[in-house]
């Protein structure tokens, strides 16, 4: 049987480890994160129309700007504010796509 001491010691342990493991995602898992639900969104698909791939992605002041052969457009990234330890809660804002013919 464990003795007290070292029951207080395994409940520390496995808080550490439960907060660890809803720690903020690192900067680039964030990012892949927002970047593939811009690649699966339908909106986004339905507004570059789909015919050209992507030729880029950039990291713009609040989003992504989006760039295929003929169009670009800009996805801004709204973080859900929240007092919770975790990945970040985001929605998706798709502004229109714009010729670049």
Do not use: C, W
């Amino acid at each position: 049987m464990l003795n007290l001491l070292g029951k207080k010691a395994i409940v520390a342990a496995l808080l550490v480890t439960a907060q660890v493991g809803f720690a903020a995602l690192p900067p680039l898992a964030q990012s892949q994160k927002e970047i593939q639900a811009i690649l699966t969104s339908q909106e986004g698909y339905r507004l570059l129309g789909g015919a050209d791939p992507i030729d880029e992605i950039l990291r713009v002041d609040k989003g992504y700007m989006i760039v295929t052969r003929h169009k670009e457009m800009k996805v801004d990234v709204n973080y859900a504010k929240t007092d919770r330890i975790g990945p970040a809660d985001f929605t998706l804002y798709f502004h229109p796509a714009v010729d670049l013919d």
